[in-house]
């Protein structure tokens, strides 16, 4: 059996016709198997759903407990029609897992989802899955793309907070994974007083709390006097009225994307923190060298680039063109 009989682009999304399922599917379909929990990858309303027991729980959360007609939480080898998946961890949020599918005769195939490969406090890191074919995001796949280490930009932002002790700190980070990121990174850089959360950011941040993650005290961000001079809010909260409650506040944003100088200043940003749960472009380089795959495919983001790395090292490689990933949070 071919990598193309095992796993090929439709319009729901990824299919495998030995298996008879979508991975990450953009539209209804009768059985999903799902990466993460982030809303252009985990969606309502398939017929059944396999995925870590966090996605699971995560997308009850987003969605209500009814949000599937079933729920299987992947552990260990699972037979799904003439396949055997297994989940790994991705490095990329709570829950995040690689799928690995293995035909019953015919090439290995691990699609990685969003990964990252640098330690986050709030999930388990990146497991290398030997495959044959390695599908990979090119979300950052670039050279330019270079993320810098979060303990820097961390600093950075208490530097602010020393330099400016009177101005409240707005930081948007999306609701699941970049907000609970920033709140650890932000413990470990040794903040420990409450830490104020706007309210869209709470059933999430109390599920991470829950699964064990330490996220030290946390306060809703309501009042206009609260007792916290770091704000950690979605991005949505910066266009509406709330955050006109805020007396001359530092506008932050925590994003891999703030490596985009004009990003930073289209959005108002003053303090633009370069924190992603993405692959940077040594970090994808040096993830295709380590796994060796006899072939890459590659999904949303700058696949040229990374399509021209494979050439010269000789590794095939090809687009898979998925649409609907556009609004990935980052
Ligand atoms: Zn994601
Ligand atoms: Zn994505």
Redesign the pocket.
């Known amino acids: 059996m071919r990598a193309d009989d095992i796993l090929h682009p439709t319009e729901a999304g990824l299919y495998c016709p030995p298996g008879d399922f979508h991975i990450d599917p953009i539209r209804p379909v009768a059985r999903a198997l799902i990466t993460h929990g982030?809303g252009?990858?985990a969606r309502a309303g398939h017929g059944a759903v396999l995925a870590t027991r966090q996605t699971l729980e995560i997308m009850a959360i987003r969605y209500g407990a009814d949000f599937a007609g079933q729920r299987q939480v992947a552990e260990g080898a699972i037979r799904v029609g003439d396949t055997t998946v297994s989940f790994h961890p991705a490095g990329h949020i709570l829950g995040s897992a690689q799928i690995a599918v293995q035909p019953d005769s015919g090439p290995r195939i691990v699609v990685s989802?969003?990964y990252c490969r640098r330690a986050n406090p709030v999930c388990a890191p990146f497991q290398p899955v030997p495959c044959d074919v390695f599908v990979t995001?090119a979300?950052f796949g670039l050279p330019v793309f270079r993320h810098p280490d979060p303990a820097d930009e961390m600093a950075r932002l208490l530097a602010s907070m020393a330099e400016f002790p009177d101005r409240p700190h707005l930081i948007g980070a999306y609701a699941l994974g970049k907000a609970q990121r920033v709140i650890a990174l932000a413990r470990q850089a040794g903040i420990d007083g409450p830490i104020a959360i706007h309210g869209a950011l709470q059933r999430l941040s109390d599920y991470h709390v829950e699964q064990g993650i330490a996220l030290g005290p946390l306060i809703p961000a309501t009042a206009a006097d609260v007792p916290a001079q770091l704000v950690i809010a979605p991005p949505s909260a910066f266009a509406s009225a709330w955050v006109q409650r805020f007396r001359d506040p530092v506008i932050g944003f925590a994003s891999g994307w703030m490596q985009v100088r004009a990003r930073a200043r289209q959005r108002g940003v003053e303090l633009p923190l370069v924190i992603s749960d993405h692959v940077d472009w040594p970090q994808v380089t040096a993830t295709i060298r380590e796994l060796a795959p006899a072939e890459v495919w590659i999904t949303?983001g700058a696949e040229e680039g990374l399509m021209r790395w494979c050439a010269l090292e000789g590794i095939p490689s090809r687009p898979l063109r998925l649409v609907g990933?556009e609004d990935?949070p980052e």
């Open positions: 982030h252009d990858h989802g969003d995001e979300t949303h990933y990935e």
